[in-house]
């Protein structure tokens, strides 16, 4: 029994503090908030659909792709090595700056890559996940905007 408390108190001590999994809905609304719904052409639907495929919608999530040699940050996994921080950027912006909950320097990267060339495209698990789904609006389901 000891041991169990030990443990669980260890683990407590051990979590990032203010690390939060955002659910569904707000991240729907903050995203819409910030402009997203039909940005580009993009409804919100593939915007949520994007953010829970590159993250689960963890806006704290940082991922090092050591196949590709770059790291993804937050929401949307920013690459450091096109979108932020590193070399030339298209984001003009710390990669740190896009773990904060509030995703507002977020969501103004992402506006600037979806304005490129590829759009959303410019995520793989967007082309795969997303792109050709026909269930798009269940990620609105319930949610009040």
């Known amino acids: 029994m000891q041991v169990r408390i030990v443990l669980a108190l260890i683990s407590y001590l051990l979590a990032p503090n203010g690390a939060a ?8 609304k903050k995203l819409y908030d910030g402009g ?8 919100l639907e593939n915007w949520v659909c994007l953010a829970y495929f590159e993250s689960k919608f963890n806006p ?3 991922y090092e792709n ?8 937050g929401l949307f996994q920013i690459r450091d090595s096109e979108w ?20 507002k320097d977020t ?26 789904s026909d269930t798009l609006g269940r990620w609105l389901d319930g949610c009040k905007l």
Do not use: M
């Open 60 to 62: 704290s999530a940082v």
């Open 36 to 43: 997203l719904d039909y940005f580009e052409g993009y409804s």
């Open 107 to 132: 969501i103004e990267c992402v506006k600037k890559i979806v304005k490129g060339k590829q759009g959303l495209g410019a995520w793989p698990t967007w082309s795969r996940n997303c792109q050709l």
């Open 66 to 73: 050591s196949q590709s040699g770059y790291t993804g940050y």
């Open 84 to 103: 932020c921080d590193h070399g030339k950027t298209i984001c003009s912006v710390s990669c740190s700056a896009l773990l904060n909950p509030n995703l």
């Open 21 to 28: 999994i955002l659910g569904r809905c707000v991240v729907a």
